[in-house]
């Protein structure tokens, strides 16, 4: 209400994505088009009004190896799954060790992290193990080399997969790393605007892709990640006002 009726120098563009929560089906699909072109971008997430100038990537990892059941009583008669999945599993714990040498002191967690999330295998306690499915995740710091940790993730999965003759299957789904330019203006604006100093999350969102599109990009918004992905997701009222405040003075500073 406070900027209506007034002439905007220059567009406001509110873009609405699919898929955010998984895939980021959305945001792609928009790189791939080349547009929107816009200079700047706010990226909506749950804050506390900080700005975020930087969070780490999410590697979301699905394996499944398969050898081949039978009878237990004659472990020759098959080959088991479980037991080439845990070869694996500690070549993967090796890797999470190696990664905490990589280090960067803008996050609270300041080196990479690896999480075991779900394991399943087998039917019976007298069948030997025919599949084996592990997902796992991997968020990699800004500045890592995705294409080289993907590299060095698969050789040693297919090591150990060809060593026992087994199959593997590998899905994965990848957000990048973000990290806004040193000297961003954006960035700047945000915390002139909020009173807060710039930091860092743990999470991943659409902010690279936006960037990937030349924009200058912050992510910023009302609300606590602590909240987030909770049964009764919630927001305060009271947080509401001071965002929409926010938001009409970054309109007048850059629209108008």
């Not at 659409?206 to 990009?217: K, R």
Request: charged residues 20%.
């Amino acid at each position: 209400k406070q900027h209506h009726g007034k002439n905007l120098r220059h567009p406001l563009i509110i873009i609405a994505t699919a898929d955010e929560e998984s895939s980021m089906r959305g945001a792609r699909a928009l790189v791939a088009a080349g547009s929107p072109v816009a200079r700047r971008a706010i990226i909506g997430e749950p804050t506390g009004m900080r700005p975020i100038s930087m969070h780490k990537g999410i590697m979301i990892e699905k394996l499944t190896v398969t050898g081949r059941s039978g009878h237990s009583s004659n472990p020759n008669l098959g080959q088991n799954a479980m037991d080439i999945m845990h070869k694996i599993i500690s070549q993967l714990l090796e890797l999470r060790d190696r990664m905490r040498q990589q280090k960067h002191p803008g996050f609270e967690i300041d080196y990479p992290t690896l999480n075991l999330g779900c394991i399943r295998g087998g039917d019976n306690a007298n069948r030997i193990c025919g599949h084996c499915f592990l997902a796992f995740e991997i968020r990699p710091l800004p500045g890592m080399s995705i294409n080289q940790l993907q590299f060095d993730l698969e050789s040693e999965i297919r090591k150990i997969a060809e060593a026992d003759r087994a199959e593997w299957n590998l899905e994965r789904l990848l957000v990048p790393p973000f990290q806004a330019d040193e000297n961003s203006e954006m960035v700047s604006l945000c915390e002139k605007l909020t009173g807060q100093k710039s930091g860092s999350v743990a999470f991943a969102t659409e902010a690279p892709y936006f960037q990937e599109l030349g924009m200058d990009v912050v992510v910023l918004g009302a609300g606590d990640i602590e909240a987030a992905h909770q049964p009764n997701e919630y927001l305060m009222m009271d947080r509401i006002n001071p965002n929409i405040q926010f938001l009409s003075e970054l309109i007048g500073h850059c629209c108008l």
